[in-house]
């Protein structure tokens, strides 16, 4: 994957910003490879295997977009960036072990190629890069990672465990704050910690990434039921085969709604993983055209909006307008 390559995010990016955030994610590439190198040959084999498998590097994206609100060169941006993406990477290799999943980012998943126990302690071996990281950039950033690092736990255990008796609307919303939007949240916080910015910026910088946040893994999550694999890079309706509960999963199955098509989702939906193809295709089909789908959506547009709000409190000028364009983006992705 070339150091500039998120996909259609490029856009988002105001050309007067671009060439500055391009040159910091190319050094962003370089400096996260060098990071995974190990003395031992198998290590840094297998911590090398998603990074070189690319990914959209979202999380650096937003590093550099905060810091352009401030001083973009300077030079604890870079590694904050690297940090924060290895601690994705590394969450990633832990997820495909609890999920025992064959494959990630179109290539065999590390636990399927190497064994779950390899995949576990190379995850743990990109956490401790990442502090080794944080620890050189001060103690400040070392308390941002280990609160970051703890509240993603704490999301993914809460995933694991289920909503023990509440809302599941509200637990599933939740479970994104602290699994994903925590690390953009963090991200956009190391943007303006490190290029120089007030604290009032850089708190609704960090605000408007746990909005952004949570819009983006929603907005991918309604991909997989609305676009073409071509647009989401995966077979549509994968999370229904899996039985993942994404949110217009869960709105469907609180629906109030009476009418057959409503009642034969459910019926669906409340069976658990949908293997059948007859059945898989049925409920793709109810879902796409469900009302669900639609509150979907104005969920995702309400986070957006939120982030906007957020971002409204910046200076203005490109930086401002990029990631005003950035939530138009997010909110319109989905259709």
Not at 157 to 181: S, Y
Request: proline share 5%; charged share 20%; aromatic share 4%.
């Amino acid at each position: 994957m070339s150091a500039w390559a998120p996909g259609d995010l490029v856009d988002t990016v105001d050309p007067e910003v671009r060439d500055s955030v391009a040159a910091f994610l190319a050094t962003v590439e370089t400096d996260l490879r060098a990071s995974v190198v190990s003395d031992d040959p198998l290590i840094s084999e297998v911590a090398a295997h998603l990074v070189e498998a690319g990914g959209k590097r979202f999380r650096p994206m937003v590093v550099a977009l905060a810091a352009q609100f401030g001083d973009p060169g300077r030079p604890a941006l870079a590694p904050s960036a690297v940090l924060m993406e290895l601690t994705h990477l590394a969450t990633l290799y832990h997820d495909d072990v609890m999920d025992e999943a064959p494959m990630r980012r179109g290539a065999a998943s590390a636990n399927s190629r190497w064994t779950n126990s390899i995949a576990v302690w190379v995850g743990d071996y990109l956490l401790a890069r990442a502090a080794q990281i944080a620890a050189g950039l001060g103690d400040d950033a070392v308390r941002l990672q280990a609160r970051t690092l703890a509240q993603l736990v704490r999301g993914q255990l809460d995933e694991t465990v289920g909503p023990r008796g509440g809302d599941p609307i509200r637990h599933h919303l939740r479970v994104i704050e602290d699994k994903t939007a925590c690390l953009i949240s963090a991200s956009a916080r190391f943007g303006g910690m490190f290029a120089g910015l007030p604290g009032a910026h850089v708190d609704a910088l960090a605000a408007f990434g746990t909005s952004i946040g949570i819009a983006f893994q929603l907005s991918d999550d309604l991909l997989d039921i609305a676009s073409d694999s071509a647009q989401s890079g995966k077979t549509p309706g994968t999370d229904l085969r899996e039985g993942v509960p994404t949110l217009p999963v869960l709105y469907a199955l609180a629906a109030a709604d009476t009418g057959p098509d409503s009642r034969r989702l459910r019926e669906l939906l409340a069976a658990g993983p949908i293997t059948d193809d007859a059945l898989h295709a049925e409920a793709l089909f109810l879902l796409r055209e469900s009302a669900a789908l639609k509150q979907a959506r104005e969920t995702v547009h309400g986070y957006a909006s939120e982030a906007r709000h957020h971002v409204a409190a910046l200076p203005d000028g490109p930086a401002r307008r990029t990631l005003e364009a950035l939530c138009h983006y997010i909110a319109d992705r989905t259709g």
